[in-house]
């Protein structure tokens, strides 16, 4: 088993701030730690199967929620998965006010200017923890 | 008159090329298609207690859409919905090696090629609402009532 911090993004498919969870939960295992984080799928998670269980159970998570409904961090934490930081990307969007970030299907470059911040700060909590 | 609505629920997943493809072409759907109300579910939404998901798709006709053969959207779906009109896997339509790719999964990276991908499971998905059995529409086969309730 995988001892890399799991980060996990909602993706909500609805709104922008789903994709802008996702691409900066992404960047983050590719781009920024790729040696000591990792993404799960969060509809593999929701399916509850006994192999993702287990491959949750236990693990130091981040969970990158783009709504209030924080789906990202229930179903993590149904799975077994230790959430240790919940980042919601309301909190840094809401230091952008009147900003338009794209839409649920492309980011525009002020999208991606705050998916590079949130990025920033996962970087930062993986350091301390891993 | 009635409105034609249908549910389409993407896995998303965020480890694969297939996911991404999921995603986009679900999106491609939702913004292009005129002739039926299409409505997009989050499917993490499920399990964190989306009773309005779940009756949704328990109503209305729903189609998941998947990147790999986990089928999760699909599986998740007639977990707590009960039953799914149309499935797709999206690894059976641009192949296992590209779905499972998992270097490039970042909407940042795709190039025209993947965009291709999105085109094609975006007609599939346009292809399984045709093919929808006009009882799905006209309450016939639906599990419950429009009320929502089971």
């Known amino acids: 088993m995988s001892d890399k911090v799991k980060v996990v993004p909602c993706s909500g498919i609805g709104k922008v701030f789903g994709l802008v ?6 960047s983050t295992v590719q781009e920024l730690c790729p040696d000591k984080a990792e993404t799960v799928c969060l509809a593999y998670i929701v399916t509850g199967d006994e ?30 998965g230790v959430v240790v930081e919940e980042v919601k990307v309301l909190d840094t969007v809401k230091d952008h006010k009147g900003k338009k970030f794209g839409s649920a299907t492309e980011l525009n470059d002020d999208g991606y200017m ?9 970087e930062k909590r993986i350091n301390e923890i891993a | 008159m009635a409105v034609l609505k249908v549910g389409i629920l993407s896995c998303s997943g965020e480890e694969c090329l297939g996911g991404t493809i999921s995603r986009l072409a679900t999106r491609k759907v939702l913004e292009e298609m005129t002739m039926v109300d299409t409505v997009t579910l989050c499917l993490p939404l499920y399990n964190a207690g989306g009773t309005e998901e779940r009756n949704f798709a328990s109503v209305f006709p729903t189609i998941s859409v998947d990147g790999c053969d986990k089928l999760c959207a699909k599986r998740s779906t007639e977990k707590y919905s ?17 779905a499972l790719n998992t270097r490039i999964v970042r909407n940042r990276d795709l190039k025209e090629e993947h965009f291709q991908m999105v085109e094609e499971v975006a007609g599939e998905i346009v292809k399984s609402i045709s093919n929808l059995s006009p009882d799905a529409y006209s309450g016939k086969s639906f599990r419950g009532c429009n009320c929502g309730s089971e």
């Open chain 1, 114 to 122: 705050v998916v590079n911040e949130i990025a920033a700060k996962i």
């Open chain 2, 82 to 98: 009960g039953r799914i009109n149309g499935s797709i896997d999206v690894s059976k339509i641009i192949g296992n090696e590209n």
């Open chain 1, 21 to 26: 969870a996702r691409e900066a939960a992404l």
């Open chain 1, 51 to 80: 192999d993702v269980k287990e491959k949750m159970k236990g693990s130091d998570c981040i969970t990158v929620d783009g709504c209030p409904k924080m789906c990202a961090s229930k179903n993590v934490s149904l799975a077994g």
